[in-house]
């Protein structure tokens, strides 16, 4: 059971090139969420989707897309990358939008725009 | 948005001692949760607390949902070289019409465990 699953691992990034960080869960979850991880700042959410064909802005959504592309997936792009966007993505996932269905993570993504 | 304060920001400890961080928000979350982040790996969960006054025991790990429903805190005893990492304090608010789905995150607790 591979939980969440989330390719690239590493990605090198010169500025205005765009890209797509690829999530997979197969826990049958409803919820999945995107989120940047930077020193200091803890976990932000950039974009969520509370269930399939649903997608929500969170608290850092400019210069981000998403995609749900059905249960299992859900992407995040990058039109055109910025040196602000390097940081560590991380997607997650819950069974529920309910309140007792804890986030369930994958092992990020980490991005360097040059 | 929502504010979840998490403290402290870093600590510094010898082997053995016990270890407590805790988290306070501005408003009534109805869940708490904790996690924790080795380098290079996304946070696992610790522990989930869904009730006010609940406390919650995994291990060497405690960790209690506040009665006020505004607050939470983890407890660590006896802390091994294994303990280091970030933890993190993470809240569902009990007004789900407004954040319907969403989390909020604490900024984390830089754990360090000297031998």
């Known amino acids: 059971n591979a939980g969440v699953t989330q390719t690239p691992k590493f990605q090198v990034l010169k500025t205005g090139q765009s890209m797509t960080l690829q999530c997979a869960q197969d826990m049958n979850h409803n919820s999945m969420y995107w989120y940047r991880q930077d020193p200091g700042m803890g976990l932000r959410l950039i974009y969520y989707?509370?269930?399939?064909?649903?997608?929500d802005k969170g608290e850092v959504p400019n210069g981000y897309n998403v995609s749900r592309l059905n249960k299992r997936e859900f992407s995040l792009r990058l039109e055109s990358a910025a040196p602000s966007q390097t940081s560590v993505y991380f997607c997650?996932?819950?069974?529920?939008?309910?309140?007792?269905?804890?986030?369930?993570f994958g092992n990020g993504t980490r991005l360097t725009v040059t | 948005g929502q504010q979840l304060n998490q403290s402290p920001q870093s600590m510094f400890i010898q082997e053995g001692e016990d270890v407590s961080m805790n988290c306070t928000s501005s408003s009534i979350f109805n869940t708490w949760l904790w996690y924790k982040q080795d380098p290079g790996e996304g946070p696992v969960l610790l522990i989930a607390?869904?009730?006010?006054?609940e406390l919650t025991s995994n291990g060497r790990l405690t960790a209690q949902f506040g009665i006020t429903r505004k607050d939470s805190f983890l407890n660590i005893s006896a802390s091994i070289p294994s303990d280091v990492g970030i933890y993190f304090c993470a809240g569902q608010p009990a007004d789900r019409g407004s954040t319907l789905g969403r989390l909020y995150f604490g900024r984390g607790t830089q754990l360090t465990v000297w031998p």
């Open positions: 989707s509370a269930s399939e064909g649903t997608t």
């Open positions: 607390l869904y009730k006010a006054g």
């Open positions: 997650a996932s819950r069974f529920l939008t309910g309140y007792n269905s804890p986030l369930h």
